[in-house]
């Protein structure tokens, strides 16, 4: 199976607040796993990601939580900002190949 | 430096026509994919070439998509007799030889809006 399930689809959150989008992935043999960031009209950046052998990382106010035995990982946005508001997508896959991505959720900031 | 480029940005067709869309990767990256986005929807993994090797089309939905690198740069993907369904938005991604995480980044262009009538 190679799907990823990302959920909620979309959510919002008050300025200042903490962001958390979840993903589960199937293929065990998976060992990347990135999120991207996708303003309208524009292709998907990363923005921060995770190899299985560390529980977590850290880039300023994004965070990735990672569980290897659930399959399952997430993205913290801590004080959330308006120029935050975007579509967030997780993904995963072999290192330096293609890669699954989930279905994507749409984060609205209020200021 | 200049990111990845893609031509057309946007391309109305009537259904039935052939399309071709076209990606200009990052300079020196190997690796190029072809993901597709429908409309409020996650990327699909279409084809991926990284250097010589022969490409992994596991993801083409059909015989009416093909997709060729030239000179291990430039790629342009084709659809033959497109239906309404092909509508989406395609994106090319590239990503750079070498070790540790630089060579699993993808660099993702802008894409091209396809619109089938």
């Given at each position: 199976q190679q799907?990823?399930?990302?959920?909620?689809?979309?959510?919002?959150?008050?300025?200042?607040?903490?962001?958390?989008?979840?993903?589960?992935?199937?293929?065990?043999?998976?060992?990347?796993f990135p999120w991207y960031q996708q303003f309208p009209g524009?292709?998907?950046?990363?923005?921060?990601?995770?190899?299985?052998?560390?529980?977590?990382?850290?880039?300023?106010?994004?965070?990735?939580?990672?569980?290897k035995s659930a399959k399952q990982f997430s993205l913290h946005i801590m004080d959330s900002q308006p120029g935050d508001?975007?579509?967030?997508?997780?993904?995963?896959?072999?290192?330096?190949?293609?890669?699954?991505?989930?279905?994507?959720?749409?984060?609205l900031v209020k200021p | 430096g200049a990111g990845v480029s893609q031509s057309p940005s946007n391309k109305v067709t009537e259904k039935g026509k052939d399309v071709e869309l076209r990606c200009d990767p990052i300079?020196?990256?190997?690796?190029?994919?072809?993901?597709?986005?429908?409309?409020?929807?996650?990327?699909?993994?279409?084809?991926?070439?990284?250097?010589?090797?022969?490409?992994?089309?596991?993801?083409?939905?059909?015989?009416?998509?093909?997709?060729?690198?030239?000179?291990?740069?430039?790629?342009?993907?084709?659809i033959q007799r497109t239906q309404q369904e092909d509508s989406a938005v395609y994106l090319c991604a590239s990503s750079p030889r070498g070790a540790g995480e630089s060579r699993e980044t993808q660099y993702f262009g802008p894409g091209t809006r396809l619109l089938v009538l």
């Open positions: 799907q990823v399930k990302q959920s909620p689809q979309s959510l919002i959150v008050q300025k200042g607040g903490i962001s958390i989008i979840n993903c589960a992935y199937e293929n065990t043999a998976f060992d990347y524009k292709g998907p950046a990363l923005l921060i990601a995770i190899r299985p052998d560390v529980s977590e990382k850290k880039e300023g106010r994004f965070t990735i939580s990672f569980n508001s975007a579509t967030y997508f997780c993904a995963a896959g072999r290192a330096g190949n293609k890669l699954t991505f989930g279905g994507g959720t749409r984060v | 300079s020196g990256h190997t690796a190029l994919y072809w993901y597709r986005q429908s409309l409020g929807q996650g990327l699909e993994f279409l084809i991926y070439f990284q250097g010589n090797s022969a490409p992994d089309k596991s993801g083409l939905p059909s015989d009416r998509f093909s997709a060729e690198r030239t000179g291990g740069s430039v790629s342009t993907l084709t």
